[in-house]
């Protein structure tokens, strides 16, 4: 098993930056690929971005791309989302979770085998 605590979310401005972070605990954290995904009310969860094993590569979705940055400490079992501009449609719950078994590159939620709670991300216009 794997837990996954997510934090670092909250109500921000147009334009502002948030961190959030991803700590894992339970099984060896460089085993699995990262990744962080999003829902926003009504709607289905959606992949934000991912981080392959070591860190080298990254994963965004076209909506985040250039805004967004995964990153991942393995060294403290963490991964983060940087998100700078934020924008109004990026109001969702953000779930961190975890994949073992497929590439990095995967967007599909059910490849993941592991999900924090979720943090709530709200931007105000």
């Known amino acids: 098993q794997v837990q996954l605590v997510e934090s670092g979310g909250g109500l921000v401005q147009a334009g502002d930056s948030l961190r959030l972070s991803c700590e894992a605990s339970?099984?060896?954290?460089?085993?699995?690929?990262m990744g962080w995904f999003r829902q926003a009310p009504g709607k289905e969860r959606e992949f934000a971005a991912a981080?392959?094993?070591?860190?080298?590569?990254?994963f965004y979705a076209d909506s985040v791309k250039g805004r967004f940055t995964i990153s991942r400490d393995n060294a403290k079992n963490t991964v983060y989302l940087q998100m700078n501009s934020l924008k109004p449609e990026d109001t969702a719950v953000y779930y961190c979770a975890a994949n073992y078994v497929h590439s990095a590159r995967t967007e599909v939620p059910g490849h993941y085998d592991y999900w924090g709670q979720g943090t709530q991300v709200t931007v105000s216009s």
């Open positions: 339970g099984r060896t954290f460089s085993n699995y690929a």
């Open positions: 981080v392959s094993r070591s860190g080298s590569s990254t």
